[in-house]
């Protein structure tokens, strides 16, 4: 069974930096993407960042020349670097993974379905 496992969340000021990471164990085949995605309270999910097997990366606008995701193969670690963080950037971030066979229901993304899902990190970014 698939798990992912995020830590790196808490909370800072305006114009700090945080960096997530996701441990990812129980797959026997790696995932296609690796993905960050984020849920404000009031607000629907939304994609933050995710990376495909090439490392080519893909960002929301919001968070452009800010955020940076990355993954450690041999570590089976996800990561996301933040900087320069803003009270709007204040959410529960979950790691995603696109593992096959993938459970339904998917989220997609590009060319990716995320189906796996980690519990969540809370970053709180206060004015």
């Known amino acids: 069974q698939v798990q992912l496992q995020e830590s790196g969340g808490g909370s800072v000021q305006s114009g700090g930096s945080l960096k997530l990471s996701c441990a990812a164990s129980?797959?026997?085949?790696?995932?296609?993407?690796m993905a960050w995605f984020r849920q404000a309270p009031g607000k629907e999910r939304e994609g933050v960042a995710f990376i495909d097997s090439d490392g080519d990366a893909t960002y929301v606008d919001s968070v452009k020349g800010r955020f940076t995701i990355s993954q450690d193969n041999d570590k089976n670690t996800l990561y996301l670097q933040m900087n320069s963080l803003k009270p709007e950037d204040t959410a529960m971030y979950y790691c995603?993974?696109?593992?096959?066979?993938?459970?339904?229901?998917?989220?997609?993304?590009?060319?990716?379905?995320?189906?796996?899902w980690g519990q969540g990190t809370q970053v709180t970014v206060s004015s």
């Open positions: 995603a993974g696109d593992f096959v066979p993938a459970p339904h229901p998917v989220v997609a993304w590009g060319a990716c379905d995320f189906g796996y």
């Open positions: 129980g797959y026997t085949h790696s995932s296609d993407c």
